[in-house]
């Protein structure tokens, strides 16, 4: 029996343009949170606008993005290119930060969030795409639990640079919006300079086309295994409602104003430092257990929230949903790879995060109706309650293939 080299059990190194778009992703969203935790103060208090203008602002934006991540994702695939789209929406992101600063009105504003969004929902596959172009199936797990880990480290430093810069400057939001548009325009500098395409195959021999399908093609080849990837997450989704639903109910627990941040600071804390970690520990063939795990960590979440009596229980319960999201994002980034034809990606990631994104929306909109209704409790039994239908489906289809 052949001695193992000292050394053979170490995970293989993530390519460079893996770290590159983790810290791009860090970088846009430590800009955009920070506007973003700001921005429903300004329109109210600084521009005059309405609770509802603020409301349909909110809603335009994040469907917008569901839309256009399915058509980048398709064409990304149809021209067999992944960088200039993840450009193009990183940059159009970025020309967008300047507008809110400079805004006299709700309607600069609205257009500033549609174009944001627009940038977003362009990157988005492709650039979750060519993350899997750029690994083999045993490096997924950390590749996409890294982006998400420093995704979310700039989640979790935003609300902090945003109330450091609000106190330095005597609450001059302008100003602090555009220090914010900074580190986007530094994203595309690191796209441009940072991120190299893998080479593509060569035709097949007699072929008069590149081998890259027709978007029709593409959406054809997602077979069972990715159908059944996106099932599950979209029910899994559906229990996942916005993270407005955390501060409510803390706030409703008797949590200051003044305090409230602080839940999304444990919340992207634990998101933070979890994701990375766990998606190595997915690439040993542990992809189905994890996502079981996270399941059962947001059913819990759920639970501890719906029964909390005090602000302990429900700290407890935010501190699960953080690890739940730590668990299933860059989790099922990672099997939505696995399952995708390499000519396919774009395509799929678009339809995933199509289906997930009108799953959010849907699921926001009823916790809604149903605090409204019944309490607040009564979103996380509902919630709870989903989470296990979601555990049923997973073990039932059985969303991943572990072999190699």
């Known amino acids: 029996m052949q001695a193992v080299p000292s050394d053979s059990r170490k995970p293989p190194s993530l390519p460079t343009g893996v770290v590159v778009l983790g810290f791009v992703s860090l970088l846009m969203d430590l800009s955009s949170e920070v506007i973003h935790s700001l921005l429903p103060i300004f329109l109210v208090s600084v521009l005059g606008a309405s609770a509802l203008a603020v409301g349909v602002i909110e809603g335009v ?12 994702g398709v064409l990304s695939d149809r021209f067999a290119r992944r960088k200039p789209w993840i450009l193009f929406g990183y940059g159009l992101a970025a020309l967008t930060k300047p507008l809110f600063p400079l805004a006299g ?11 944001d ?15 899997a172009d750029l690994t083999d199936r045993a490096q997924r797990g950390a590749a996409y639990g890294l982006r998400q880990a420093l995704d979310t480290l700039g989640a979790f430093l935003a609300p902090v640079a945003a109330i450091a810069l609000m106190a330095a400057t005597a609450d001059d939001v302008r100003f602090v919006f555009w220090v914010a548009a900074v580190p986007a325009f530094l994203c595309v500098v690191l796209i441009a300079v940072g991120v190299k395409e893998p080479a593509r195959p060569a035709p097949a021999a007699g072929s008069k086309r590149p081998a890259t399908p027709r978007h029709s093609l ?7 295994p990715f159908w059944s990837v996106v099932s599950v997450a979209a029910i899994l989704t559906l229990a996942r409602f916005s993270e407005a639903f955390l501060l409510l109910r803390a706030q409703s627990l008797g949590l200051a104003n003044t305090w409230v941040p602080a839940v999304l600071l444990v919340m992207n804390g634990i998101y933070a430092l979890a994701a990375y970690p766990l998606g190595r520990w997915s690439d040993g063939g542990r992809r189905q257990a994890l996502l079981l795990l996270g399941i ?11 029964l909390a009596p005090n602000l302990g229980v429900a700290a407890l319960g935010v501190a699960l949903w953080g690890a739940h999201l730590a668990a299933t994002q860059g989790l099922l ?4 790879a696995d399952a995708a034809p390499p000519e396919a990606r774009g395509s799929a990631f678009g339809v995933f995060h199509l289906a ?14 149903l605090w409204t209704l019944g309490g607040p409790s009564a979103p996380f ?12 489906l997973a073990l039932h289809w059985g969303t991943v293939d572990e072999r190699k």
């Open 61 to 72: 934006a994040e469907a917008t993005a569901s839309f256009a991540k399915l058509f980048s």
């Open 105 to 115: 009105g709700a309607g600069l504003v609205l257009f500033a969030r549609f174009l």
């Open 117 to 131: 969004r627009i940038g977003k929902g362009i990157r988005g596959a492709p650039r979750d795409a060519l993350i």
């Open 218 to 224: 593409a959406l054809a080849q997602l077979g069972r």
């Open 296 to 306: 059962a960590l947001l059913a819990a979440a759920h639970l501890a929230l719906a």
């Open 333 to 336: 980034a990672a099997m939505v």
């Open 356 to 369: 997930t994104g009108m799953a959010l929306l849907l699921a926001s909109a009823s916790a809604g109706a």
């Open 381 to 392: 039994w509902a919630g709870a309650a989903l989470a296990g239908a979601a555990m049923v």
